[in-house]
Every structure is written in C-alpha cells, then in structure tokens.
C-alpha cells in the first residue's frame, strides 16, 4: 500500500489561542485536483500555509508521505511542495523571468549559480504558463492576471509533486481565471502535478476540480466530489445565504445566490 | 543572470574601483611627486613626498575604502531584509549606540589604548554591541519568521534613546570634549593609521563572506517571506544572521569613523537601479561602488577648503543627494 502525498490527521491550529482550524482530517493522494472552498475567514489560507510547511502544524498533525512534516528539512519539503501567495507586489524590481528562477532555489546548493539546466527549466515552465512574452519586463508592472501566472511559473520551476495555490483566481476577470485553471488542469493532468487551490468561484470550482473540501469556521463540513459537496442545504447553512442550483450542460454546478426579498416566493423554472 | 553577463559587471565596478585608487593619492591639499615619493635616492624620513602619500594618504584611502564598503553592503542586506529601500545601516540603532560609547569615553576622559585600538573605539563598539543586543531582544521569531515591523520600531525606539543619552552627556561635558563630541558626531577618517586599517579589515571581510554565502538566500526573503520559505529558506535564521552580520560590520566601522550618513543608504540603491536587485551581483557591486564613492568624497573633503578639510559626511550627502536624484530621473524617461 502506497503512502498518501500529505496527510492531517486532527490537526488543530490558532493564532494567539484563538482556534482557526479545529480537528482536520485531510488525506491528499499523489495526482489529486482539489478545490478549497468555505467563506471569507473560514480557515482555507491558513490550510494551505500548513499544508505546504509555511506555518509550523502541532507535532503529529500532518504527515508528508509517512514523515511528521515538522521533521523534513525545509529544503527537502520545498522540493516536493509549491506554495503561491494570493496577490504579490515585490519591494524591489525583480524581472518575471528573475521570479520564476527563484523556484530552483530548492534545487541549488551554496555557492552554486543557476546552470543551463535550470535555465532551460525555467524557459519551460514560463512556456507553459504562457509568461515567456513578458520575461524580460519587471513584475510590479505586469497585470494581477499576468502576476498569477509568473507565480505560477515560479511554482512549476521547483518541479514539485504538489502545488498549494491560495486563491490564483479570485482577483482576475473570467478569461484570466479559465486560463489559470486551465494551466493546473494541464499540470494535473500532463505531470501528474497534484494540485489544491483555494477558491471562491463554486461554479468554477465544480468545473475544473475532481474533489472539493469545503471549510466553514476551521471545520471540514464537506469532503467530496463536486455534486456530493455542493448541495442547497449544507451551501445555504455554511454562507448563510438562499441559494438554488443548476447543472451546467457543459460540466459544472451553477450555483445561483437567490435576492434575500424575493427568495421565498420565486420560482422561476 | 548568465556567468557572462555578471562577470562582465563585476568588472566594470572592479575598473571604477581600481581608476578611484589610482587617482585618489594624488588629490589633496599639497601637489605631490610621485617620481619623489617612489625614490630610493632619498632617504624615506627626509622623503616628504613619501610621507605624504604614504602615510597621510594612504590609510586614509583604505579606511575611506573599507567604510564605504561596508556601510554600502550593511545598506544593501538591511533593505533586502527590511523590503524597505529608506532602511539603512543605522536604521536599527547601531551608530547611535556606538555614538553613546563614544560620547561616555569622550565625557570620561579615557584614553587608554588596547591592543593598539583606542578607548573611544572600543567603547564605540561596546555601544554599537549593544544597541543590537536590545533591539533584537525585544523581536521574536513568530511563525517562522523575524517580526521585521517591531524590529523596525525597535530600532527607531534605539535610535531615540541612544541620541537623548548622547544629548544629556554632551549636555554635561565642558567645552573641549564638547568639541570632541561634535567632531565625532559628523563623523570623519581624518585620524588614521595602518594598525586601525589592518585591525577592521578581518571582521569587515568575514561579514562580506558570510553575506555573499547567503546572498541567494536573501534574494528570496527580499521577495517576500511566505514565498521564501516554500522555496525552502530557513527564513529566521537568514534574517537574524543578515541583520546580526551587517549590524556588527556597521558597528566595526562606525567605531572607528564615526557615523558617516548617507553611503549605506544611497550606494545601495545608485547600484540597485544599475544592476538591479539580485544581491548575489549587487553585494559585490556595491562594495566596490561604496569603497569608491567614499574615496572621492573624501577627496573632495581634504581639499575643497584646504587646507581646513570638511567632514566627509557633509559631502557624501551634497554629493550624492544631487546625483541619486538625476539617477532616478533617467530611470523614470527610460
């Protein structure tokens, strides 16, 4: 029996004694697509940071393949997991193509410089993401839809088995979110790239991921594929909201927020 | 950054750097022959050329050098650290600390000298020391990272202090050792030897090393921390090395100098905005870079008024205040 990628066997954790996960179990298999999603404040970035060894779990709460994750060497870690922030400005003008390098950082040793092969690599990585036309220019002055890419970018650079993405897409219009998602659905599916992503687009959401989990005040309330985990009841319990739901003709579940004032008499169908 | 691209740069900084030390002698208050200076026909104690170059000149040229140096990639790593390009060498209390040190051996009246380093130097050093040791008490390492905000307030908090106990021990002081005081405050590498430049340069270098070693490192904390560490930096440990190793380079140097303001801040970013922020080539560059600048002000310090001389960190501002701003205005057209 093969090990899982990661791990969370009832892990608790705050900031300052105050909770903000509370009692997660959480299996990620290798090659897996998952969506985290729950409300603003609901624990999703805080998940992802501790998935991907950014913040520092509780001994004995999560488990990279068999291993305390608090026992794995950073680097080590780095090499198997990429984290991305949500939206980035850079202090000092780093060029795109200066970002996506700093992915091999894992793979160099002291006093090493990057090598063709870790150039190439790079190259590679920003032709998959579709940033090579901007390599050269500086990152505070591309796009929030060309910045998640060149992040992106940076993230396929480390050649990790998994990528922990917090929200890639919720400040870019619809055409830059499809073609992020479409970019992790080719590193899925192409590489093999397990991916989680935390989102805020359900309908999105449904589309892309295989399995989605969702969070509601630090809790695992759902954890299933897309049309087990968003049905009307528990949706319209976890956003507090009324909330009617449709299947895409084109895969998917659309789901429709109802006006508060006209939720209880409309019946549109 | 490819091998040939930073190589060549290196160069260039490295030619600027040799062309300054090549001049730099022979500017000062008195014309000198160097065809008299290099004579074995006279004898080196009648030699006033000699003397002049070699023992006026000279140390001065390499303290100026190894200051500039120093304060310039003290500048650069506490702005790396800081992701803040106004940090500079002094931001986090150091030079007033020393400053304080100073300022008690002034007050006291201790002259004695250790090990050939002066009383005011070493009581310098001790303030600087600890300066650092009450800032970085206060931070803590919290989730994996250096509290940079309270560091910075910290500092600041430091920096007030230190200065309100210069002030009331100034305040005290007749009217010699105020002078003493102020002399020291602006500071200045007019009182020099070859024992003072041999004795800082080891601690100066090994901080360069170590610097350099963690200069990738550094690169990604100056992106940002969260990134860093899933890119696998032991973030709390670069942070407190960088700050500890460029806070007691800066101590070392401001010991000996006094605090001349202005090189940490600015050599940094003139070179910054040349070979951009990758500190793997800019920790060099500016080394180079502030060795040079601060030879050249100091230069123009020796003679501008000669044979009265002027305090180097007056003219490390006026000229580089000017040039800092035509520099950005390029930046902005291009």
Not at chain 1, 160 to 166: G, I, K, Q, V
Not at chain 2, 36 to 55: G, Q, R, W, Y
Not at chain 2, 197 to 209: H, R
Request: glycine content about 8%.
């Amino acid at each position: 029996m093969t090990s899982s990628l990661l791990t969370a066997k009832n892990l608790t954790f705050g900031y300052d004694d105050v909770p903000i996960l509370k009692n997660i179990f959480l299996k990620i298999e290798a090659g897996e697509f998952i969506g985290l999603i729950g409300p603003n404040g609901s624990g999703k970035s805080t998940l992802l940071k501790l998935l991907a060894g950014i913040l520092d779990a509780p001994a004995h709460s999560i488990y990279f393949k068999q291993n305390d994750i608090r026992q794995v060497p950073r680097k080590r870690l780095a090499q198997s997991i990429a984290w991305t922030p949500q939206e980035q400005n850079l202090a000092f003008s780093f060029k795109n193509s200066e970002v996506v390098l700093m992915g091999r950082h894992p793979h160099l040793s002291l006093f090493t410089m990057e090598s063709e092969k870790d150039f190439a690599i790079a190259q590679k990585a920003m032709e998959t993401t579709h940033t090579l036309p901007f390599a050269d220019r500086y990152f505070n002055e591309i796009s929030g839809g060309e910045k998640q890419r060149v992040l992106i970018a940076s993230a396929v650079a480390q050649e990790p088995e998994m990528m922990a993405l917090d929200e890639p897409t919720s400040a870019l219009d619809i055409k830059y979110q499809m073609q992020i998602l479409e970019i992790l659905k080719h590193l899925n599916e192409d590489k093999n790239t397990t991916i989680i992503l935390a989102m805020h687009d359900l309908h999105l959401a449904s589309k892309f991921c295989k399995r989605l989990v969702l969070l509601d005040n630090g809790k695992i309330v759902r954890d299933g594929p897309p049309d087990k985990v968003l049905e009307p009841g528990i949706l319209e319990e976890v956003y507090n909201i009324d909330i009617k739901l449709y299947r895409d003709p084109n895969g998917g579940v659309l789901v429709s927020p109802l006006l508060s004032d006209l939720s209880s008499t409309a019946e549109f169908e | 950054m490819t091998q040939k691209h930073y190589i060549t740069t290196l160069g260039i900084f490295l030619t600027f750097l040799l062309a300054t030390l090549a001049i730099a002698p022979l500017i000062g208050a008195t014309n000198i022959s160097l065809i008299k200076a290099f004579s074995s026909e006279i004898p080196f104690k009648e030699n006033v050329d000699a003397h002049i170059l070699f023992l006026a000149r000279l140390p001065r040229i390499l303290l100026a050098g190894i200051a500039g140096s120093a304060l310039a990639v003290a500048g650069a790593v506490f702005q790396a650290l800081l992701r803040n390009d106004l940090a500079a060498p002094f931001t986090l209390g150091v030079s007033s600390g020393a400053a304080f040190g100073a300022v008690l051996s002034i007050a006291m009246g201790w002259n004695f000298r250790f090990l050939g380093v002066p009383a005011l130097s070493i009581f310098a050093f001790f303030g600087a020391l600890l300066a650092v040791a009450l800032v970085f008490s206060l931070v803590k390492v919290r989730h994996n990272e250096f509290e940079t905000s309270t560091l910075l307030l910290a500092g600041v908090t430091a920096n007030f202090f230190f200065a309100a106990l210069v002030m009331f021990i100034h305040y005290l002081s007749d009217f010699t050792q105020s002078f003493q005081i102020i002399r020291w405050l602006m500071g200045g590498l007019d009182i020099t030897d070859y024992g003072t430049v041999l004795s800082i340069i080891p601690p100066v270098a090994l901080g360069f090393v170590i610097l350099m070693v963690i200069a990738r490192d550094l690169n990604l904390i100056s992106a940002g921390v969260s990134t860093a560490l899933s890119r696998g930096v032991n973030v709390s440990r670069i942070q407190k090395s960088g700050f500890i190793v460029s806070s007691l380079v800066t101590g070392t140097i401001v010991a000996f100098t006094g605090p001349i303001g202005f090189v940490g801040l600015i050599a940094p970013h003139i070179v910054r905005l040349i070979v951009g922020p990758d500190l793997r080539l800019l920790l060099p560059c500016a080394m180079m870079f502030g060795a040079a600048f601060l030879i050249l002000c100091d230069a123009v310090a020796r003679t501008l008024i000669a044979p009265a001389e002027i305090p180097v960190g007056v003219i490390t501002a006026i000229l580089g205040g000017p040039f800092f701003v035509w520099l950005l205005k390029r930046k902005k057209n291009s």
